[in-house]
């Protein structure tokens, strides 16, 4: 049986992670067409959100018609300014709203954000009945966690359980603490533990890299979900391959190579339009500067789309040539060329899901 957030039944059980710098609408829509049941945002600031930042409230640029339901994850410290941003989410459209206490990165544990709040279970379940007031209850509030702080701090439990009594609708844990990072593996004890201790959803996170790492999450845990965040840069396919309950991911070089070109033309028009609007507001320069070369907000958005080149092309005969290529390409039309070049050829292949991985830089993301 497929769990539900609040009155949202999701079709399966399988989430794409929220990732700064990739799950922008463009992504989302893709995983999501794939068949992944929910794709959060990335991280999006609830004071840019209370300041009225142009650039942030871009980042709430959802597709409608596609994206439901369509959550927000916001992350914050102060309990008012989060209840303010889970109101302003709601009025934009949001049918849910998740709290990053995930974040690890300083400059978001230093203001009580992300992580820090796995420091303080009260403040978080605070915050949870805030944003619910905020919303008048009528948007399930999520969170998205960590098992602790660090090796001392490995308090899940009473941080799910202090959130379930204030109201929260679904809990997504990364098994692994701040301290950990990135380190060693992710602990799945530490889900089914949690998925014992509380009566809410819990979505499992961490080190599911193939289909059959999310099957045996779901059977060794007992958890409702399971999110998916690493093993789908450069590989939304993964999504199809679960919703069909398939073990492998099978794709074509036709059909690879024509995803990867709408991948890019999307990335290209969000972002351009993200810029166009931003420069409107007069909120920043629409042409940056970087050692005195003009970036232009073309050139802007295709070295953004450097990354899932790099991600995409993983696992193929030729990708490191590839991949010094992509780092001097700077028009729409070099890369479209280049895609077609490379991917068209690409032999039939089941993704090497773990090559690169450990190199995801979740800090370099906050650019
Ligand atoms: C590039 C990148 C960016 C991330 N950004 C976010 C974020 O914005 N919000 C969040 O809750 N977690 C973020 N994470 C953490 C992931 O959501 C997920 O918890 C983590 O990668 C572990 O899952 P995985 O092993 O499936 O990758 C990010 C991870 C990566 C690799």
Same mark, same amino acid.
């Given at each position: 049986? !497929?769990?539900? &957030?609040?009155?949202?039944?999701? #079709?399966?059980?399988?989430?794409?992670?929220?990732?700064?710098? !990739?799950?922008? $609408?463009?992504?989302?829509?893709?995983?999501?067409? $794939?068949?992944?049941?929910?794709?959060?945002?990335?991280?999006?600031?609830?004071?840019?959100?209370?300041?009225?930042?142009?650039?942030?409230?871009?980042? +709430?640029?959802?597709?409608?018609?596609?994206? &439901?339901?369509?959550?927000?994850? +916001?992350?914050?410290?102060?309990?008012?300014?989060?209840?303010?941003? /889970?109101?302003?989410?709601?009025?934009?459209?949001?049918?849910?709203?998740?709290?990053?206490?995930?974040?690890?990165? #300083?400059?978001?544990? #230093?203001?009580?954000?992300?992580?820090?709040?796995?420091?303080?279970? #009260?403040?978080?379940?605070?915050?949870?009945?805030?944003?619910? @007031?905020?919303?008048?209850?009528?948007?399930?509030?999520?969170?998205? &966690?960590?098992?602790?702080?660090?090796?001392?701090?490995?308090?899940?439990?009473?941080?799910?359980?202090? $959130? *379930?009594?204030?109201?929260?609708?679904?809990?997504? $844990?990364?098994?692994?603490?701040?301290?950990?990072?990135?380190?060693?593996?992710?602990?799945?004890?530490?889900?089914? @533990?949690?998925?014992?201790?509380?009566?809410?959803? !819990?979505?499992?996170?961490?080190?599911? +890299?193939?289909?059959?790492?999310?099957?045996?999450?779901?059977?060794?845990?007992?958890?409702?979900? !399971?999110?998916?965040?690493?093993?789908?840069?450069?590989?939304?396919?993964?999504?199809?391959?679960?919703?069909?309950?398939?073990?492998?991911? *099978?794709?074509?070089? %036709?059909?690879?190579? %024509?995803?990867?070109?709408?991948?890019?033309?999307?990335?290209?028009?969000?972002?351009?339009?993200?810029?166009?609007?931003?420069?409107?507001?007069?909120? =920043?320069?629409?042409?940056?500067?970087?050692?005195?070369?003009?970036?232009?907000?073309?050139?802007?958005? &295709?070295?953004?789309?450097?990354?899932?080149?790099?991600?995409? =092309?993983?696992?193929?005969?030729?990708? =490191?040539?590839?991949?010094?290529?992509?780092?001097?390409? @700077?028009?729409?039309?070099?890369?479209?060329? /280049?895609?077609? +070049?490379?991917?068209?050829?690409?032999?039939?292949?089941?993704?090497?899901?773990? *090559?690169?991985? *450990?190199?995801?830089?979740?800090?370099?993301?906050?650019?």
């Amino acid at each position: 049986m !497929v769990f539900a &957030i609040g009155p949202y039944q999701l #079709k399966n059980p399988f989430i794409l992670a929220p990732m700064a710098g !990739v799950s922008e $609408m463009t992504f989302r829509v893709i995983a999501l067409q $794939m068949g992944a049941a929910l794709a959060p945002t990335e991280l999006i600031s609830s004071k840019g959100i209370f300041f009225k930042n142009r650039r942030t409230l871009q980042y +709430l640029t959802y597709d409608k018609d596609i994206e &439901i339901p369509y959550s927000v994850q +916001l992350f914050g410290g102060d309990v008012e300014v989060m209840a303010h941003a /889970a109101h302003a989410a709601w009025q934009h459209g949001a049918h849910m709203v998740d709290i990053n206490m995930g974040c690890p990165v #300083k400059k978001v544990t #230093k203001t009580g954000s992300g992580s820090a709040l796995m420091m303080d279970p #009260k403040r978080a379940a605070e915050m949870i009945r805030a944003m619910r @007031e905020a919303t008048e209850d009528k948007v399930p509030i999520t969170a998205k &966690i960590r098992s602790g702080w660090d090796h001392d701090n490995v308090n899940f439990v009473d941080m799910a359980q202090h $959130m *379930e009594r204030a109201g929260v609708a679904a809990v997504a $844990m990364h098994a692994r603490t701040r301290a950990q990072a990135y380190r060693g593996q992710a602990d799945w004890s530490l889900i089914k @533990e949690l998925k014992q201790a509380v009566d809410i959803p !819990v979505i499992g996170n961490g080190d599911v +890299l193939t289909p059959g790492d999310a099957y045996a999450m779901l059977e060794q845990t007992g958890c409702d979900g !399971v999110m998916i965040g690493r093993g789908a840069l450069g590989n939304p396919w993964i999504f199809r391959a679960l919703h069909e309950g398939a073990k492998n991911v *099978e794709v074509t070089p %036709q059909e690879r190579m %024509q995803l990867i070109r709408h991948h890019f033309n999307a990335h290209l028009r969000f972002h351009l339009e993200l810029d166009a609007q931003v420069a409107q507001a007069g909120q =920043s320069a629409t042409n940056r500067k970087r050692h005195g070369k003009t970036i232009t907000p073309e050139l802007h958005a &295709i070295r953004t789309f450097r990354q899932h080149l790099i991600w995409y =092309s993983r696992g193929f005969r030729g990708g =490191s040539a590839f991949r010094q290529q992509v780092l001097q390409m @700077e028009t729409h039309a070099e890369v479209l060329d /280049a895609i077609q +070049l490379f991917f068209a050829d690409a032999a039939p292949s089941h993704l090497v899901q773990n *090559e690169d991985v *450990e190199g995801v830089n979740y800090k370099q993301a906050f650019g």
